[in-house]
């Protein structure tokens, strides 16, 4: 290894433990923390909403269903940066604004939408027989769902969980304009302090900007298999 090798190497280790032992830790962990309450908060919502409203337009026939199905999924078409002002002053009238409440509700209007369209063709690639022999057999129509369709849908729900989580944590413009403060601030927003008027610290958002990737890509490693069977689910007919 050659003198600037070694020298860039310990240019490196300095970088990371400026972020995770020396003073920007504190700063960095609470944006961390504020990261994972928000991606992980806005997926148990969202899999739970798009898990039982999914199955509800997948199964029941109901007046103006399709036509619902269809306003619900073509808000997907409308930007972020269309509602962004009415959002802002709902936000400041009901007092959400820099909460971890207010980012969760616009992070499940946003996604939620996608996932319901996605479970819903999970479900329907599950054969109705399955469910109709666990009533026959005594299970209500909530248990058949718990029992039988969940478990048979299980790589659709976590390529949707995983989803919402990788969409979450990658978000900048939302809290950038609602999280504005330290309580709140996740770390996509946090890289951008490294940029100043006059200079911009390269080492340390290097550093945070691969500290910030490791969960997601950790996450997507685990759960590699569930993945390519949620993508491939319904492919073929039961």
Same mark, same amino acid.
């Given at each position: 290894?050659?003198? +600037?090798?070694?020298?860039?190497?310990?240019?490196?280790?300095?970088?990371?433990?400026?972020?995770?032992?020396?003073?920007?830790?504190?700063?960095?962990?609470?944006?961390?923390?504020?990261?994972?309450?928000?991606?992980?908060?806005?997926?148990?919502?969202?899999?739970?909403?798009?898990?039982?409203?999914?199955?509800?337009?997948?199964?029941?026939?109901?007046?103006?269903?399709?036509? %619902?199905?269809?306003?619900?999924?073509?808000?997907?078409?409308?930007?972020?940066?269309?509602?962004?002002?009415?959002?802002?002053?709902?936000?400041? =009238?009901?007092?959400?604004?820099?909460?971890?409440?207010?980012?969760? %509700?616009?992070?499940?209007?946003?996604?939620?939408?996608? /996932?319901?369209?996605?479970?819903?063709?999970?479900?329907?690639?599950?054969?109705?027989?399955? +469910?109709?022999? /666990?009533?026959?057999?005594?299970?209500?129509?909530?248990?058949?769902?718990?029992?039988?369709?969940?478990?048979?849908?299980?790589?659709?729900?976590?390529?949707?969980?995983?989803?919402?989580?990788?969409?979450?944590?990658?978000?900048?413009?939302?809290?950038?304009?609602?999280?504005?403060?330290?309580?709140?601030?996740?770390?996509?927003?946090?890289?951008? +302090?490294?940029?100043?008027?006059?200079?911009?610290?390269?080492?340390?958002?290097?550093?945070?900007?691969? &500290?910030?990737?490791?969960?997601?890509?950790?996450?997507?490693?685990? &759960?590699?298999?569930?993945?390519? =069977?949620?993508?491939?689910?319904?492919?073929?007919?039961?």
């Amino acid at each position: 290894m050659t003198v +600037e090798h070694y020298a860039s190497l310990l240019g490196a280790v300095s970088h990371y433990k400026g972020m995770v032992v020396q003073s920007l830790w504190p700063v960095f962990r609470l944006a961390a923390w504020n990261s994972i309450v928000a991606a992980v908060v806005t997926t148990v919502v969202v899999v739970v909403l798009s898990a039982m409203a999914g199955y509800a337009f997948a199964r029941f026939n109901f007046p103006g269903k399709n036509l %619902l199905f269809g306003v619900v999924v073509a808000t997907m078409a409308l930007p972020a940066y269309a509602v962004m002002i009415p959002l802002y002053r709902i936000m400041i =009238s009901t007092h959400l604004l820099d909460t971890h409440v207010g980012l969760v %509700l616009i992070y499940t209007s946003a996604f939620a939408p996608l /996932a319901l369209w996605l479970m819903r063709g999970y479900y329907s690639a599950v054969p109705v027989s399955l +469910e109709e022999a /666990a009533m026959i057999d005594g299970c209500s129509r909530f248990e058949a769902l718990v029992r039988i369709v969940l478990p048979s849908a299980i790589p659709g729900v976590v390529a949707v969980a995983l989803l919402t989580f990788l969409s979450v944590w990658s978000q900048f413009l939302i809290p950038l304009v609602f999280a504005p403060t330290n309580s709140t601030r996740p770390l996509t927003v946090l890289l951008t +302090e490294f940029v100043t008027k006059y200079s911009i610290n390269y080492g340390l958002m290097t550093a945070a900007g691969i &500290l910030t990737m490791l969960p997601p890509i950790l996450l997507v490693l685990f &759960l590699n298999r569930y993945i390519v =069977s949620g993508l491939t689910a319904g492919a073929v007919k039961g």
